[in-house]
């Protein structure tokens, strides 16, 4: 993961909802980005520093940062 923070593409505060809602609705917000854009996804569910690096080696996608509660998610080439 880099040390810099990476300009985004799209920013999406999910406050504190769970990741199980923030998940199903992240993989959507991700298949309307461009492939290779960025997210800056802003995620206070205590879970997410768990969930988040999980759930980009599950679906693909590169988790470029993550300092909770910030999470920048970058979408894979391949759609």
């Given at each position: 993961?880099?040390?810099?923070?990476?300009?985004?593409?799209?920013?999406?505060?999910?406050?504190?909802?769970?990741?199980?809602?923030?998940?199903?609705?992240?993989?959507?917000?991700?298949?309307?980005?461009?492939?290779?854009?960025?997210?800056?996804?802003?995620?206070?569910?205590?879970?997410?520093?768990e969930?988040?690096?999980?759930?980009?080696?599950?679906?693909?996608?590169?988790?470029?940062?993550a300092?909770?509660?910030?999470?920048?998610?970058?979408?894979?080439?391949?759609?």
């Amino acid at each position: 993961m880099e040390s810099t923070i990476p300009e985004s593409n799209v920013e999406w505060n999910a406050g504190d909802m769970g990741c199980g809602e923030l998940l199903l609705e992240l993989k959507f917000k991700m298949r309307a980005m461009a492939p290779g854009s960025i997210m800056k996804l802003t995620a206070l569910d205590p879970g997410a520093p768990e969930d988040m690096p999980a759930w980009c080696r599950l679906t693909g996608h590169a988790l470029v940062r993550a300092r909770h509660p910030d999470y920048w998610i970058q979408k894979k080439l391949d759609n």
